[in-house]
């Protein structure tokens, strides 16, 4: 349930802005301009630090799953009777990776359409050609031509499994977006939490590894019995009885609650809204969870076309939605990763490609998962508030390539487009160019471009 400290949070994010030096408005950007653009360093944040700690800085090193949790998994594996479970857990992760989202109602009408009508002009000279026929060849072909979603029971075993594939990558990127939040917001302290479709609990283990200092009280939320009594042992270190739990706070529960009263500080959907049947049962959901947000909504899928568009659309619904919480009449904004609220590029682009980013970990040791992994996800970090509340620097979408004396960055901008920046010290200054030279996939580049710029011809970054 919200705070009243915890209300004042996001009201604090104009006076951070202002300490730390983010660009007014007017000073807003639209695409990295040589002999222009510079490192936005009004309220000088890199003060005595080096530009590897620049505050765009967001990429976590390798994470590893907290001890008690390693063991506890480690444990119930080895208690489990199943057979041949590293075959189980191969299979289990290419399925999620290359699951599609369940074709629409209104999608296989339309299909249904075009296909009668392509037979009926083969069929044209073919009076025997009855309306009962070329139902079923219509019924054939769809069956042939569509993506068949299957809704995943979580029994016992099918938990079990899901545990030993998706525990330590689901941390990973949980926290991940947990680290963006408390770096960019420090102020930000909250006291509740609840996590639709937990599963295993990782969101409960990443947050307390977060803000366990002020977290307390966690509602997993998920229809799977077999899946929260898992959790539920996982908190116990893998036994059933009546040992007290690692995580204090902890609440299960296998239905929503759709009443706005009760706010949560933080609210987190990860890996579960592929796992409805329909985009109406979806935008209902993703309602719900922003009735109940009070600070933050984090939604992570898959880091694949499919689950990037889900999450778009999930965006979209909130920040273009009417409907406003009777408790609660504070707009959403995006804080991450978008620096806009404009149709995601990458969406609208000639060939749509997913924007994910990808956070590594080292997994749980079992016999078959020794090495360092990445796990390569898409997520959405809602806020209520106001978007000039907080700075808006440009993203890095993919891999930084550094070459002698320029590095490429692509980047996603506040003014709603992609760009591939070649910057160097010569054209773009040196404190731009290092910050640039020490930047990761996924972090912010702290830069600025006044709105009224130069034209400048295009240069081969070979010449400087």
């Known amino acids: 349930m919200a705070t009243a400290s915890g209300r004042k949070c996001l009201a604090t994010l104009g006076r951070w802005r202002h300490r730390r030096g983010a660009a007014a408005p007017s000073r807003a950007f639209a695409a990295l301009v040589p002999g222009v653009s510079q490192v936005d360093n009004k309220g000088e944040f ?9 505050p765009g800085i967001l990429q976590l090193p390798h994470v590893r799953l907290p001890q008690a949790l390693a063991h506890a998994a480690q444990f119930l594996l ?42 009926l002009q083969n069929s044209a000279a073919d009076p025997a050609q009855t309306e009962e026929k070329l139902q079923g060849a219509v019924l054939s072909a769809l069956r042939r031509s569509t993506y068949h979603w299957q809704k995943l029971s979580y029994d016992k075993r099918l938990s079990m499994v899901y545990m030993a594939a998706r525990l330590d990558g689901g941390f990973a990127a949980v926290s991940r977006a947990f680290h963006e939040i408390r770096a960019r917001v420090p102020e930000f302290q909250p006291q509740t939490l609840m996590d639709f479709g937990s599963g295993t609990g990782s969101v409960t283990w990443a947050a307390h590894n977060t803000w366990g200092q002020s977290l307390r009280e966690y509602l997993c939320v998920d229809n799977s019995a077999a899946m929260l009594d898992l959790a539920e042992r996982l908190l116990k270190g893998g036994s059933d009885s009546k040992k007290k739990p690692y995580v204090p706070g902890v609440f299960f529960r296998q239905f929503l609650p759709v009443s706005p ?80 609220e404009l149709p995601c590029p990458q969406l609208t682009a000639s060939k749509p490609l997913a924007c994910s980013f990808s956070q590594a970990y080292h997994p749980i040791p079992f016999s078959w998962s020794t090495m360092p992994k990445e796990e390569k996800f898409s997520l959405v970090i809602l806020a209520r508030g106001f978007p000039e509340e907080m700075h808006r620097w440009p993203r890095i979408t993919q891999p930084v390539l550094k070459r002698p004396r320029h590095v490429h960055c692509h980047l996603c901008c506040p003014d709603g487009h992609m760009q591939h920046a070649v910057i160097t010290a010569r054209r773009h200054g040196r404190d731009l160019y290092r910050c640039a030279r020490v930047s990761s996939w996924g972090d912010l580049l702290p830069v600025i471009t006044p709105l009224e710029r130069p034209q400048f011809p295009a240069q081969d970054p070979s010449e400087d």
């Open 46 to 54: 890199l003060g005595r630090k080096p530009h590897r700690q620049h």
């Open 78 to 119: 080895l208690e489990s009777p199943e057979a041949h479970v590293e075959k189980q857990v191969q299979a289990l992760t290419n399925y999620l990776w290359s699951r599609h989202l369940p074709v629409e109602a209104e999608e296989l009408q339309r299909q249904a359409v075009h296909l009668k009508t392509k037979f």
């Open 261 to 340: 009263k009760v706010q949560f500080d933080v609210v987190v959907s990860a890996f579960s809204l592929s796992e409805l049947p329909s985009k109406a049962d979806r935008n209902e959901v993703v309602q719900t969870l922003w009735r109940k947000t009070s600070h933050f909504l984090i939604l992570i899928e898959n880091g694949t076309k499919a689950g990037h568009r889900l999450l778009m659309d999930a965006r979209d619904l909130v920040i273009k939605g009417k409907e406003k919480s009777p408790l609660d009449p504070r707009p959403g904004f995006v804080f991450a990763p978008c620096p806009h």
